[in-house]
T-cell receptor
């Protein structure tokens, strides 16, 4: 149980392209979903927290107009990197929480974004 | 492009030996802790959790110890196997569903 999927697993795009990453909880309903970014050999950096049906809460320094988050249902959240540039290249990981307090986050497999 | 990150601390153990990975957490108000395992190119995988009203919890081949006095968490892996090679992160929950992650430790298992 507690499986989270992400799609795509790897994307390469040209600078200026917008890229959408999907995060799905496959066998549970996720009250809250989280988006992280991870650089090589570093820990996870929380970008934003999203609750179904409401606007995402972004961490300090994360541009909400750059990283658009939509939490359309209890099993799906999307992250759109708008007008991607090479500095946006990174490993993006989502996680989902079933909604207990305190709560465990179950992570997706990650999406590697490479912007040329 | 991606920035160059810091080198993770590395623990190197012989196959079959026990491993102990340590983590210091920052917030004395944290009440829930989780250990995650992350293999290269993959997302973190839940290993074991512990609440602050406990000081020890055992799973299959893994044990988590919590010392609230010194704000220290450890993960013990018994009979370490090559498949245990990965980066291990501790995470603390101190505000609802938010997790704060430690820097990670790379475990390398020598055959």
């Amino acid at each position: 149980g507690a499986v989270v999927s992400q799609h795509p697993s790897w994307v390469i795009c040209k600078s200026g392209t917008s890229v959408k990453i999907e995060c799905r909880s496959l066998d549970f309903q996720a009250t809250t979903m989280f988006w992280y970014r991870q650089f090589p050999k570093q820990s996870l950096m929380l970008m934003a927290t999203s609750n179904e049906g409401s606007k995402a809460t972004y961490e300090q320094g994360v541009e909400k107009d750059k990283f658009l988050i939509n939490h359309a249902s209890l099993t799906l959240s999307t992250l759109t990197v708008t007008s991607a540039h090479p500095e946006d290249s990174s490993f993006y990981i989502c996680s989902a929480s079933p909604g207990q307090v305190p709560d465990t986050q179950y992570f997706g497999p990650g999406t590697r974004l490479t912007v040329l | 492009g991606e920035s160059v990150g810091l080198h993770l601390p590395t623990l190197s153990v012989q196959e079959g030996d026990n491993s102990i990975i340590n983590c210091a957490y920052s917030n004395s108000a944290s009440d829930y802790f989780i250990w995650y395992k992350q293999e290269s190119g993959k997302g973190p995988q839940f290993i074991i959790d512990i609440r602050s009203n406990m000081d020890k919890r055992q799973g299959q081949r893994v044990t988590v110890l919590l010392n609230k006095t010194v704000k220290h968490l450890s993960l013990q892996i018994a009979a370490t196997q090559p498949g245990d090679s990965a980066v291990y992160f501790c995470a603390e929950n101190n505000a609802g569903n938010m997790l704060t992650f430690g820097g990670g430790t790379r475990l390398m298992v020598k055959p």
